[in-house]
């Protein structure tokens, strides 16, 4: 059987950041495996800038941010396997695919880097009733098919969430000559980057209903309608605030799954919050050799961000299939506190050197306090939004004061000092 | 205009006229299968539990129960010849204290029925046999025969054969009026033509009481029954096999059941509604049907749920099925009212049929050619990889994959589209792409761009489910283009 | 008769909600901003907004039908709509490489459209 020293799953942002950074650290033989015909995975359709912003210090496209990546995989001579689908991993990191040229192939792989990306939540997932026309799409599907396919969905469109990728298409449809006639947001405050309420729809005049939601879809063959309500704060529907909207688009941008199909399948923990694999500080997963980086491990909101993480993964990866990267005790646990959603990585295996946590606010607040309870460990922030990742970083200091501890727990409360 | 004159035309490419049109094709016969849709099951076929009953809920002077029965009994071997995935679960109807009374009830009539091996379970064994039942259910019958299948999925297989063995098919082909002649129904008036015949079938479901009243024939009225179901992805397990409540007067009730595939499906409700094109789910049915689950099943994980859909049920204002023959009108057949448990009677609808076209005067010739089978389709997912192998070493395509979440391969969308499918929903129920837990996220574009390529058509004519379901109307710079400055 | 117009600066992560107050159309007062930058940008934005324009342009030979492209730099915001229909009308042929000018100086506005991602000649696949 082929051997490789680490294999990457996913083509996309995260699994090309690892890749290259496996190959930095010493990892001899890297390959990725990707299902598209090319790399660059959901960055080739995402081709409005807002990209690098952080880790190029520049303003680039996705395609551009896709491109610097795709040329240093090609530079530093990893390999890869393109229109390859992976059918599954098992615990020995043994990688089941199939591809046109090869037909079935098996690879043992070293390590190997879980770099799937995510799925987009569907209608019948948040389960609004009405009829089943042609005309609904989720917000990637239809950024796809306009951005790389050359079809445009429909000319009137609603669309229902107003996270990044919402409002990035809000835009889209409208410089192609489409009709966005609300975005409809079931949270009281937007989800997205100020910036892209600003640049997609304050610019265009496009409505942003807050606390309302999509509750019936109308349309025998093609969409033609939806009504909204507006909710209360059990997000119920208020009966008598419906409303009708004619349309023959719904759009809908309610949320991202990490999609570990694959990762269950192997046999991989997973986070109930995020859905995605419990990990250390290495990236390592709970079983042996199996890293993971990227949406597969928790949604991002920047790109940057993701290739950030993934060069920890990378780097980890090639340690370990060196034999370099040796199993430990878990030393402490990080879990999310108050008003904190969840906590990456959930695992730490040592507690010394610095590890930079990620984590989500479970709602919008205004100057606070990062603390870790039970200690005199904080940080001050300006601001903590759901849509928008924080971090802190954990250094020798602060380990130091934390020794002992086997659970490290943030809350984010107000800074009333 | 087509001029065309057949022995037998079908209208209506449901199960029911589907299995009629597999069972007349054994015969020397011209035979004609009409469906308005563009493709066959796209009606109340393709909405519904995918239960075959064992047969002791109908009451036995209705023919209804006879022909679950018999019908039941027909389908392992039916669909080992047409390769129709089935299930022979068996099924439960779960009782609580109070109710144990109307579960004798229905065992006694299952017996009178002529059902095989039903039996009372107790507490203990209904809880092993299903260990998510709610606990405080008492007791259930336990009926062995009783299976799950895919509906759509049958009738396709049944129309290939029919194909195969010389029925011919006509799609998007809708009946406006039957002429009747001296009293004798002569010809069917469709919007591709007309069709002459000696015998005329009325399988056309919701339709079927507009279709009898072109003949005269009109003492009875189809009724349209919604029911409404939640579809869950198949990682999670609710049960082995269909659960039902104890049933009322007009519904079976809300099941907890699964299907042939594997993905847990609740419901269907029941609510009359007005108009035989209202199948949109509703925020109260769905709660009902989310409410009836969780007395047989107290744990319904909704955060897998995947699809809420809707199917009609053609209820016959008789109370039974309506399979005839008429003095009034000659060459005339009404297979109407096929409501529940029509898809399990199916089989034993189509032999009835046969056995009112022999008394009606109709000869019938075995053939001898007749081939009961069709070839296995090929399923990628199912296959060792010995066999993915020498496919794709045979064909590269199938070694693309178009839908990652059920792993379909570009041949078998190929092989779909060559097969007749010419929507997307046409590709959904031949080989499943589409009804993953991305629902389409993924491989929609991909489908769109095959079928234009496949059938060379441009991609903004692509369909969901034919007429005006278009779902990519524009080229990309159109609008533009089309604008002023 | 004045009028008030909102935006929110995009200078800083803090997403400041900055109000213009406009007279007959002239910029008379910005408030809401908590620095030099912001108040910088709100006044820009108010008198003479621009914009990167990112958008795709057909092509031929290639793997994919578009290409996608951006303005190398930005242009009013009230030129977009011309933009689009100008590009609208562009077919490029493949192969293209990332940084490519497929447009110079468009509609005068003394920017260029570069392609921002690299195709090669190649057939069109699904």
Same mark, same amino acid.
């Given at each position: ?13 995260? !699994? ?44 680039? #496209? ?81 950024? /796809? ?36 006639? &609300? ?189 870790? /309870? ?20 954990? /250094? ?22 | ?9 079908? @209208? ?8 009629? &049109? ?20 796209? !009606? ?18 209705? @023919? ?63 809880? /092993? ?41 006509? $799609? ?10 001296? !009293? ?46 939640? $579809? ?211 491989? $929609? ?17 692509? #369909? ?22 | ?126």
């Amino acid at each position: 059987m082929e051997y490789v020293d680490v294999a990457v799953i996913g083509g996309g942002p995260a !699994g090309m950041a690892a890749a290259v950074a496996a190959k930095e650290n010493g990892a001899e033989r890297v390959m990725i495996i990707e299902r598209d015909r090319g790399l660059g995975g959901i960055l080739q359709q995402c081709i409005h800038p807002g990209f690098g912003l952080h880790y190029f210090k520049e303003e680039l #496209t996705g395609p551009e941010y896709a491109e610097r990546f795709i040329r240093k995989v090609e530079e530093l001579g990893i390999e890869t396997k393109l229109d390859t689908m992976v059918l599954d991993i098992d615990k020995s990191r043994k990688i089941h695919y199939v591809n046109p040229e090869e037909g079935v192939g098996y690879l043992e792989a070293g390590a190997v880097v879980l770099a799937m990306g995510c799925r987009e939540r569907t209608r019948g997932a948040i389960n609004i009733p009405g009829t089943r026309p042609a005309g609904i799409f989720t917000a990637g599907t239809a950024q /796809r098919l306009i951005n790389m396919d050359g079809l445009i969905p429909g000319r009137k469109l609603v669309i229902l969430g107003s996270g990044d990728v919402g409002l990035i298409m809000a835009r889209r449809f409208t410089l192609e000559g489409a009709e966005v006639k &609300a975005v409809v947001e079931i949270m009281p405050y937007p989800n997205g980057l100020a910036r892209n309420i600003m640049q997609c729809l304050i610019d265009f005049d496009i409505p942003l209903l807050l606390s309302h939601t999509v509750t019936r879809i109308f349309g025998k063959e093609r969409v033609e309608g939806v009504e909204i309500s507006q909710v209360d704060e059990n997000f119920n529907p208020i009966p008598g605030t419906e409303e009708y909207i004619e349309c023959d688009t719904l759009l809908l941008s309610v949320g991202l799954i990490p999609e570990n199909e694959l990762s269950e399948k192997a046999g991989v923990e997973l986070d109930p919050v995020t859905n995605g694999p419990v990990v250390d500080e290495f990236r390592q997963t709970s079983l042996e050799g199996i890293f993971a980086a990227g949406n597969v491990l928790q949604v991002h909101d920047l790109v940057d961000d993701v290739s950030k993480e993934a060069e920890i993964t990378g780097r980890s990866a090639a340690l370990y299939a060196k034999g370099e990267l040796r199993a430990r005790e878990i030393l402490m646990k990080a879990i999310p506190g108050e008003n904190v959603r969840y906590v990456v990585p959930q695992i730490l295996r040592r507690g010394d050197g610095h590890v930079e946590f990620f984590m989500r606010v479970t709602k919008p607040m205004e100057r606070v306090k990062l603390v870790i /309870r039970n200690s005199d460990v904080s940080f001050k922030r300006l601001f903590a939004r759901p849509g928008e990742m924080m971090k802190v970083k954990l /250094r020798e200091s602060h380990f130091k004061r934390l020794k002992g501890k086997k659970e490290i727990i943030f809350d984010i409360v107000e800074d009333d000092d | 205009m087509v001029l065309q004159k057949f022995d037998v035309i079908i @209208i209506g490419a449901g199960v029911a006229g589907a299995a009629i &049109a597999r069972e007349l094709s054994r015969y020397e016969l011209k035979v004609a299968l009409l469906e308005k849709n563009p493709d066959v099951s796209f !009606g109340t076929t393709k909405a519904n539990s995918g239960v075959i009953h064992a047969g002791y809920d109908p009451h036995p002077e209705k @023919i209804m129960a006879r022909l679950n029965v018999k019908g039941t009994a027909l389908y392992p071997n039916l669909c080992e010849e047409l390769d129709v995935p089935f299930k022979n679960t068996g099924s439960l109807v779960i009782a609580f204290p109070g109710e144990e009374k109307a579960l004798d009830e229905l065992l006694e009539r299952g017996k009178k029925n002529g059902v095989p091996g039903l039996k009372i379970v107790g507490k203990d064994e209904l809880l /092993r046999l299903e260990p998510k039942i709610n606990k405080n259910a008492s007791r259930a019958l336990y009926a062995p025969t009783a299976g799950i299948i895919s509906p759509y999925e049958l009738t396709i297989a049944l129309v290939e054969n029919a194909v195969m063995n010389g029925v011919e098919l006509y $799609l998007n082909t809708e009946t406006t009026d039957i002429e009747v002649e001296k !009293g004798k129904a002569k010809a069917v008036v469709t919007t591709k033509g007309r069709f002459y015949a000696d015998y005329i079938i009325n399988a056309a479901g919701l339709f079927a009481d507009e279709i009898s009243k072109m003949v005269g024939i009109d003492y009875f009225k189809i009724t349209p029954r919604k029911g409404e179901y939640l $579809l869950f992805d198949k990682k999670i397990k609710l049960v082995s096999r269909p659960c039902f409540p104890v049933p009322t007067e007009i519904t079976k009730g809300i099941l907890v059941n699964i299907t042939v595939e594997g993905n847990p499906l609740i419901g269907p409700n029941a609510q009359d509604v007005e108009l035989k094109d209202d199948i949109a789910t509703t925020r109260e049915g769905l709660q009902e049907v989310i409410k009836g689950a969780r007395k047989l099943v107290p744990e319904i994980p909704m955060k897998y749920v995947i699809r809420n859909f809707a199917g009609l049920r053609a209820i016959p204002s008789t109370g039974d099925f309506i399979i005839e023959a008429y003095k009034e009108v000659k060459g005339f057949i009404n297979v109407a009212g096929i409501c529940s448990p029509g898809l399990s009677a199916a089989p034993a609808i189509a032999l009835e049929v046969v056995e009112i076209l022999k008394n009606e005067g109709l000869k019938l010739k075995e053939k001898r050619d007749f081939n009961p089978r069709r070839k296995k389709r090929i399923r990628f997912r199912e296959l060792p990889d010995k066999e993915k192998e020498r496919l794709i070493k045979e064909d590269p395509r199938y070694g693309h994959i178009i839908c990652r979440c059920e792993t379909v391969t570009e041949r078998e969308v190929i092989d779909a589209i060559r097969e007749g499918a010419t929507t997307v929903d046409g590709i959904k129920f031949r080989t499943r792409a589409g009804m993953g837990r991305c629902q389409g996220g993924f491989c $929609l574009p991909r489908i769109i761009l095959l079928l234009a390529r496949e059938l060379g058509v441009e991609p903004v004519k692509i #369909t969901k489910y034919g007429g005006a379901s278009v779902i990519t109307p524009l080229r990309v710079k159109e609008i533009l283009l089309q604008r002023k400055a | 008769m004045t009028e008030e117009k909102e935006i929110i600066c995009i200078g800083c992560p803090i997403g400041c909600k900055v109000v213009g107050i406009f007279n007959a159309q002239k910029l008379i007062d910005i408030k809401g901003y908590q620095c030099e930058r912001g108040r910088e940008y709100a006044i820009k934005e108010f008198t003479n907004p621009v914009r990167v324009l990112s958008t795709t342009v057909r092509i031929e030979g290639a793997m994919v039908p578009l290409l996608p492209v951006k303005t190398t730099g930005p242009i009013p915001k009230k030129m977009l709509f011309r933009c689009m229909k100008f590009l609208a009308q562009v077919v490029v042929y493949a192969p293209v490489k990332m940084g490519d000018v497929i447009v110079k100086d468009i509609l005068g506005t003394g920017v260029d459209v570069v392609a921002t991602r690299t195709l090669e000649r190649m057939e069109r696949k699904i």
